[in-house]
Structure formats: structure tokens, C-alpha cells
T-cell receptor, first 116, second 114 residues
């Protein structure tokens, strides 16, 4: 099992540019989560999907952020336009299960984003 | 909304000794799950241990064990025979039953002294 795959692992961009982060969940998992980690705010949930459907995007900071999951094996998180305060590590995580006995959540290695 | 509190921003332990990391949570649910994740300098989030609230027995994984006190809403992690590789950030996390996201504490940075 390859685990959750994220790309790129590191991204340096200039303010105002569009940034697209990608995630491939573990095969068979039906829930996908995007988190952001900063020193100041810790780990924050941005959005999550169940069966490719966005369930809760209340953590998305503002309209500059958008996420899609066109199929069970791929998701993107886009920031347009990017700002320096978006600099953080972005994690994707996936999990199998619906209902009371869903399984453990596994994290990807993260994308370290730096916006200059 | 559920909250998770880790009151120890930093801890240190001598190699081969035992250390306990604290975690408390707030919920009105009766069925839920609790987790400890480890984040080494590589930033990878690694599951250490998991506890189902309906189980009275404390979870154990090799040198890692928990003290789950449901009435007190406390979920501490004990690391026995600490090793240099245990040095990391440790996050306590909570999840309701059902397919809901994890809620994380702020983390405890553990240093292991040789």
C-alpha cells in the first residue's frame, strides 16, 4: 500500500500566484480530509469529503480557497490568489468507513507551502 | 463543539525512563474515539494508539499505553522505556462515532535526553 500521496512536497511561490495541491487517497478509502498546520493555529481542518461529496467546508479560510474531488482517487486544494499568510504545511488524510465503526485516518506526508 | 486540550506544550524525559503526556477533551457524546498521533521532524503524522470509548480496557501498543478515564474525560499517553526516536510532537485527537473529522489538541513537544 503506497499510503496517501501528496504533491508537490514543497512549493515556493510568489504572492498572487495560483497554487494547486494534489492528493491521492489510499485505494478503497471513501473519506478524504484536508488540514492546514501552522505554528500559530496548529492543525486545522479545512474541508472533508465523503464518497467524493464535500460535507463540511466551514474551515476553508476564505473564497480564495477551493477544493474538489472529481473521483475517489484524486483531490485538489487550490489557492487563488495566494498570500504570504497561506504559508503552512497542508496535509491530506484519508479513511475508510461510514457510520460508527469507520477506521483509522491516515495522513499523507504534507505539502510545505511558502508564499513570498 | 468538541475540544481537545493538551496542557503541556513541552515535556522532556531521560532515555529509558517513562513519561506521561496529558490530554483532556470535552464532549457530550457517549460513543467516540480517541487517538494519539506522533509527528517527528519529518512532519509525517503517525498513528501511535487508538481507544474506543465503549471499551473499558486501556489500549496498549508495545511501549505505548493510555490511561482512559471516561468520566473525567481524560486520555493520557504513557511512553515506557523512552528512546531517542520517540522525540517528536504528540497530538491528542478526538472523533465522534460516525464518519466525522478528527479534532486535534495543540500538541506536546517531547524531548528525549540521552
Amino acid at each position: 500500500d503506497a499510503g496517501v500521496i501528496q504533491s508537490p512536497r514543497h512549493e515556493v511561490t510568489e504572492m498572487g500566484q495560483e497554487v494547486t495541491l494534489r492528493c491521492k487517497p489510499i485505494s478503497g478509502h471513501n473519506s478524504l480530509f484536508w488540514y492546514r498546520q501552522t505554528m500559530m493555529r496548529g492543525l486545522e481542518l479545512l474541508i472533508y469529503f465523503n464518497n467524493n461529496v464535500p460535507i463540511d467546508d466551514s474551515g476553508m479560510p476564505e473564497d480564495r480557497f477551493s477544493a474538489k474531488m472529481p473521483n475517489a482517487s484524486f483531490s485538489t486544494l487550490k489557492i487563488q490568489p495566494s498570500e504570504p499568510r497561506d504559508s503552512a504545511v497542508y496535509f491530506c488524510a484519508s479513511r475508510w468507513g461510514l457510520g460508527g465503526r469507520s477506521k483509522t485516518q491516515y495522513f499523507g506526508p504534507g505539502t510545505r507551502l511558502l508564499v513570498l | 463543539a468538541q475540544t481537545v486540550t493538551q496542557s503541556q506544550p513541552e515535556m522532556s524525559v531521560q532515555e529509558a525512563e517513562t513519561v506521561t503526556l496529558s490530554c483532556t477533551y470535552d464532549t457530550s457524546e457517549s460513543d467516540y474515539y480517541l487517538f494519539w498521533y506522533k509527528q517527528p521532524p519529518s512532519r509525517q503524522m503517525i498513528l501511535v494508539i487508538r481507544q474506543e470509548a465503549y471499551k473499558q480496557q486501556n489500549a496498549t501498543e508495545n511501549r505505548f499505553s493510555v490511561n482512559f478515564q471516561k468520566a473525567a474525560k481524560s486520555f493520557s499517553l504513557k511512553i515506557s522505556d523512552s528512546q531517542l526516536g520517540d522525540a517528536a510532537m504528540y497530538f491528542c485527537a478526538y472523533r465522534n462515532s460516525g464518519n466525522t473529522p478528527l479534532v486535534f489538541g495543540k500538541g506536546t513537544r517531547l524531548s528525549v535526553i540521552a
